[in-house]
């Protein structure tokens, strides 16, 4: 099958990072058009999976799609995307179209809607081998392959199965089976577990951890729940209102917030704060990213915020090595806690 | 499978007793009585009360009715009496007219209808969409005999490219056709752009945009497929309203159908002819719309697994 394993030793050697660069994503609202996401950066290391948080709005989505260019035809995206050398914000389509899927793939959210209810379960997951010129009953095979990679018992004989033949879970399996088929190296995987039952998403958490090893994948975990993330991200991206607020090394975060946000945010689930058995909810409601407040967008929740808060954005900024926040009082915070003893999981 | 067809089937004997029903019932109720129509006002009351007991108009309702029901069930209507023939017989004659018309007319509006369905649908909102909605909204608010008779004036009368009226060869087809076709593909386009407009906002649009797909073959391949199963079902529920613009076009274009037929025979007070007709057309409509069910269950295999496990 097409140089296969010729491919995967190349790409081994040039496998990298994803760097994503000051990213601005401009979006007719409201009120005219307004950066719902604004000034993003961060990096997608090979073999890493990197956490994307925040609450719900926060610009997490638009985020993950601007890397393969599926933002709505009506917004405007700046900065830079770079896949190596290679800025692909200004990639033309037709670039962008060999990008997706053979480099940068998606697993969506819910797999009950992400799938075509019309094609059969094998036809989606070997359709972009059959833009590449494979036969049909080679994508076939290669789609059985695939699914019984992912997890699906009895693949062979499940590929003729259509999407609400499946489980939920299967169906996440079967999602994941075909963003794999273009062998990318980066997947990106926007709530992958929020559709399914409880008792599944550790299974789908686990397969995207195990095939991150085994493929030697970089993976973008988007989530809100923090949970989901202390037990699989090894990066952690915090964002809030469009921006990213903190950023590091994930249990660094998570244990020792440098960012009021992420701190509120590690007191509202009890299972990561060990400390308290009782959760502290996050005061206030989301910023709406059309409708950003002046100066920190945080300062209408934070405990610590100053005058200063309301009128200067705090700018992203090292405080430690590795270590990013958006606060203009992040080394009091990093003087200042006391959480860093706990281990997390 | 099978309780789900031997319930279909039911439903379509039931709609067409219905439809011979209300035809017995509302000619009946009609002024004046075949026996008076058939011997003209000159006739003597003697005769007329005559051929009334010939023809059993002097039973009592239900037993008309029940031995219509019974002769309707072996396909017999009785004889026409302008015809002087049986009357599905006379019907059966005409209906390969009203067929090709439709036929024609159906492929038309669906083959335009979709394009424009799926061109507006595409881009809601766009220019083209704007377009092509204000062109539809009018095509489908133009009654059929207007737009009939306008397509005779320029095609025929001052173009002279067309014949006017009759039936013969396929050059009397094409107005009658267009006429037919226009209210339709309106209703094709409309329920096509709705549908397709939906469908490319779902999820595994995306999806398929995702993994490198071209525009095009995001639309081909997962759009317009899923678009569609519901154009499908709406457009079987108004095959009834296409039957009755080809009674009207039929009588505008003089085209010897199953439609001209029908409205000559209510103005003749030919019961059996009219009784016959209703029949022919209520069965049409009924296949037709089992029809659309086998077709979406093919395209939806979601349909396909409701109707077996049921
Ligand atoms: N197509 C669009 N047009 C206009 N605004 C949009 C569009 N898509 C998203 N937005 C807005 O952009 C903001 C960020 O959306 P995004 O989907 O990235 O949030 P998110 O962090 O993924 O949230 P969630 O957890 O709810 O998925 C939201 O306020 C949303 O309303
Ligand atoms: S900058 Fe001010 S408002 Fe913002 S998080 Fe820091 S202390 Fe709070
Ligand atoms: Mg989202």
């Known amino acids: 099958m097409m140089s296969g394993s010729q491919r995967e030793e190349s790409r081994r050697v040039s496998a990298g990072t994803l760097r994503v660069r000051d990213l601005t994503i401009v979006l007719p609202g409201p009120r005219g058009m307004a950066d ?170 686990d397969l995207l951890g195990r095939l991150r090893d085994e493929d030697h994948l970089s993976m973008l975990l988007v989530s809100h729940d923090l949970r989901v993330m202390s037990h699989v991200a090894d990066d952690l991206v915090v964002m809030y209102a469009g921006r990213v607020c903190e950023r590091g090394g994930a249990k660094a975060v998570l244990n020792r917030p440098l960012h009021p946000y992420t ?60 270590r990013f926040s958006a606060c203009h009082f992040a080394e009091l915070a990093e003087r200042t806690s006391d959480s860093g003893a706990e281990e997390l999981r | 499978m099978l309780p789900q067809l031997v319930r279909r089937v039911g439903l379509m004997i039931f709609t067409v007793w219905g439809a011979v029903s209300l035809t017995f019932v509302i000619l009946r109720l009609a002024p004046g009585d075949q026996a008076t129509v058939q011997l003209g006002p000159d006739a003597t009351a003697a005769d007329v009360s005559a051929l009334r007991e010939e023809l059993g108009l002097n039973r009592p309702m239900l037993v008309q009715y029940l031995d219509y029901l019974g002769s309707a069930i072996t396909g017999d209507f009785g004889e026409s009496y302008r015809f002087r023939e049986s009357a599905m017989t006379v019907v059966l004659d005409r209906f390969p007219a009203t067929v090709l018309l439709t036929v024609t007319a159906s492929a038309l509006a669906l083959t335009i209808g979709l394009l424009l369905g799926v061109l507006a649908g595409r881009s809601p909102g766009r220019l083209v969409d704007r377009v092509i909605s204000g062109i539809t909204l009018v095509m489908q608010a133009i009654p059929s005999f207007w737009s009939g008779i306008m397509l ?66 995001v639309l081909t391949r997962h759009a317009v497929r899923n678009s ?83």
């Open chain 2, 152 to 217: 005779i004036l320029l095609m025929a009368l001052t173009l002279r490219l067309l014949p006017s009226a009759g039936s013969g060869d396929l050059r009397h087809l094409v107005l009658p056709a267009i006429t037919l076709a226009i209210p339709f593909t309106a209703i094709v386009a409309r329920i096509t752009r709705s549908s397709v407009a939906e469908v490319t906002t779902e999820p595994y649009i995306l999806t398929a945009r995702s993994k490198g797909l071209s525009e095009r073959a």
């Open chain 1, 36 to 205: 719902v996401v604004d000034g993003v950066s961060f990096d997608m290391v090979e073999g890493r999976t990197t956490g994307l948080i925040g609450e719900s709005g926060s610009g997490k989505s638009l985020t993950a799609m601007a890397l393969v260019g599926l933002i709505p035809d009506t917004g405007v995206v700046r900065g830079q995307v770079l896949l190596g050398d290679e800025d692909l914000l200004k990639a033309g389509r037709a670039r962008m179209r060999q990008v997706r899927g053979a480099e940068i793939s998606v697993v969506f959210q819910d797999p009950s809607t992400a799938l075509n209810p019309t094609m059969t379960i094998g036809d989606q997951v070997g359709e972009i081998l059959r833009e590449r010129g494979l036969s049909r009953s080679q994508a076939r095979e290669r789609a059985a392959d695939l699914l019984d990679h992912v997890g699906i018992p009895d693949a062979a004989a499940r590929v003729g199965a259509y999407p609400h033949e499946f489980s939920g879970g299967m169906r996440q399996r079967a999602m994941i089976a075909l963003a794999l088929a273009g062998q990318p190296r980066f997947i990106l995987a926007d709530e992958p577990t929020t559709a399914l039952d409880v008792t599944v998403q550790a299974r789908i958490l």
């Open chain 2, 228 to 310: 569609v199963i519901p154009v499908v079902t709406i457009v079987s529920l108004h095959i009834g309203t296409l039957m009755g613009g080809a009674v009207i076009v039929e009588q505008v274009f003089a085209w010897e159908g199953v439609g001209s037929l029908l409205v000559g025979a209510v103005g003749n007070r030919d019961y059996a002819i009219v009784q016959a007709a209703t029949v022919l057309l209520a069965i049409v409509v009924v296949t037709m719309n089992l029809l659309a069910d086998v077709l979406n269950s093919r395209l939806d295999p979601r349909i396909r697994a409701g109707a077996t496990t049921s």
């Open chain 1, 263 to 322: 701190d509120a945010l590690v007191r509202s689930v009890p299972s990561v704060h060990v400390e308290s058995a009782i959760a502290d909810p996050l005061p206030g409601s989301p910023a709406n990213p059309f409708d950003r407040p002046a100066g920190c967008p945080f300062h209408p929740r934070c405990p610590l915020a100053e005058d200063r808060c309301r009128t200067e954005v705090p700018a992203l900024r090292e405080i430690v090595p590795g």
